[in-house]
């Protein structure tokens, strides 16, 4: 165990991620528990809660990157912070321990009551390659990474003259077709749109752009008519739908196979790769001795108390992707859960709040119940579609279904504080146009300055002289040079001193 770092010494709510659900706990309870006598101490690997709705507008260059996260230290101010991953708890014992986000090592810490609310991980498949070869868009550093990698292959294909290499450049590859694949795919091809139009080497049909879905249709948050729609869109840009078609290897080229019988589909090269097929709840509760489901979720009662077969654990909760929520609605998943979505992360953290400060005071608790409001989406500048549920169900597509998308979200951002930078952005975006420069060399920011320091490497010497041909020493002045002319010895010195 390493040295604990200097924690205060009061009854403890430990708030495992930071997350939606971690940051809302945090900011309903950090007040009302420190007025009690008590501490919210929240654990997390990050500095920042990552709005990931908005990640594809950050890789499409829509939003900064920054104003899509909220700072924990900024807007967390009575809460108790720890960069680092909980890495067990021991809830029989009300310990957790923690490994410190530099490296350092580990330590326990105790507390009263917990929330779980570490969230979900990207969902994968050993498919070879894939690890070497992916990217995902689950984190902010990603979305970035993925925004500089169109813009760079784009510059990059701009100079290439061999064909298959260039086309390869300009091919860009998204698996899942969900809300995050097709987004993704979406903004990307928007901002690829902007890139080439200031290009004048490459051409908009050189490049390619490909989705690839495993089932029958995509977006299944949406009605089926809808669905259909957005493929007739995507293919109206040029976008190449694969549906019932899996990647089968990532090795060197691309592999694809049809399904369900694994027929060979097509192979072909690209250099980008990005893969959003799912997600699947944080493995570090497998640590823990929490009673999990199938799926390695959590088991949680409605009112988001954490709960076995032997009955309610005491001072445990959970909720979010994590945690298997019953959808009291009867519009969740097959297995009767709440879908893993921001719209409902949201909404328990603020009942689990609301519960946990009631357990206090044994006031009863109510239970989590939210009818879906629906489902929006954007698919690049006054493209979208949406899934409205306030008085009937209202479907929307184009335009309307963008100002929902963005107008739904920029209401859900947490703090006003990121709700107006997020706004204004938008703003500026409108009159000056998407951002299309590419910032380089991000993974190698001591690149420059090292190549600076570094002393030039000395030139290799002379080659010796002929055989019977006189030496010159190599300070030694050859008739009629500069070097030959008589110079006042001090004007030398003056010289060699500058």
Wanted: glycine content about 10%; charged content about 20%.
């Amino acid at each position: 165990m390493a040295t604990s770092p200097q924690l205060q010494d009061r009854p403890r709510v430990l708030v495992v991620g930071g997350g939606y659900v971690g940051l809302y706990v945090a900011l309903k309870l950090q007040n009302k528990i420190a007025n009690a006598g008590g501490i919210v101490t929240l654990v997390d690997p990050l500095p920042y809660m990552t709005y990931q709705p908005f990640l594809p507008e950050v890789a499409g260059g829509n939003i900064e990157a920054r104003h899509a996260v909220v700072s924990h230290r900024q807007h967390l101010k009575q809460t108790e912070l720890i960069q680092g991953s909980v890495t067990s708890i021991d809830h029989a014992n009300r310990t957790a321990v923690v490994a410190s986000a530099d490296g350092s090592g580990h330590f326990e810490v105790p507390y009263f009551d917990i929330v779980v609310a570490a969230g979900a991980i990207t969902r994968t498949f050993p498919i070879k390659g894939l690890a070497d070869k992916g990217i995902g868009l689950k984190t902010i550093e990603e979305a970035v990474a993925l925004r500089n990698k169109v813009l760079e292959r784009i510059e990059a294909a701009s100079t290439i003259t061999d064909p298959a290499e260039r086309a390869k450049a300009l091919t860009f590859v998204v698996v899942g077709g969900g809300f995050a694949g097709i987004e993704c795919i979406t903004e990307m091809e928007d901002l690829a749109r902007a890139a080439v139009r200031n290009n004048p080497r490459v051409k908009q049909e050189e490049v390619r752009f490909v989705l690839v879905e495993a089932m029958g249709r995509i977006m299944p948050e949406v009605t089926a008519s809808q669905a259909e729609w957005v493929v007739e869109h995507l293919r109206s840009r040029g976008i190449e739908v694969l549906l019932n078609t899996s990647l089968d290897s990532a090795e060197g080229t691309l592999k694809l196979i049809n399904l369900p019988d694994k027929s060979f589909a097509q192979e072909f090269e690209a250099d980008t790769l990005v893969w959003t097929a799912g997600v699947q709840a944080n493995p570090m509760i497998r640590s823990s001795d929490f009673p999990l489901e199938p799926r390695g979720r959590v088991r949680v009662l409605p009112d988001l108390r954490i709960a076995g077969d032997e009955g309610i654990i005491e001072n445990a909760w959970a909720a979010g992707d994590i945690a298997a929520v019953p959808d009291l609605t009867g519009n969740g998943l097959p297995d009767g859960t709440c879908v893993p979505n921001a719209q409902h992360a949201l909404r328990q953290a603020k009942r689990l709040a609301k519960n946990l400060w009631a357990s206090r005071w044994d006031k009863p608790l109510k239970d989590y119940k939210h009818k879906n409001l629906g489902a929006v989406a954007g698919f690049g500048e006054w493209k979208g579609v949406a899934n409205i549920n306030l008085v009937g169900r209202i479907g929307l597509k184009g335009p309307l279904a963008w100002l929902a998308h963005r107008g739904y979200h920029g209401m859900a951002m947490p703090t006003v504080e990121r709700k107006i930078r997020v706004i204004m952005g938008w703003i500026l975006s409108f009159f000056m146009g998407r951002d299309t420069t590419q910032l380089i060399d991000l993974d190698n920011p001591r690149g420059a300055f090292v190549a600076a320091a570094t002393p030039a490497p000395k030139p290799a010497a002379a080659a010796a002289p002929a055989a019977g041909a006189p030496a010159v020493s190599a300070g030694a002045a050859q008739p009629g040079s500069a070097a030959a002319t008589s110079v006042d010895p001090k004007q030398s010195v003056t010289a060699d001193a500058k």
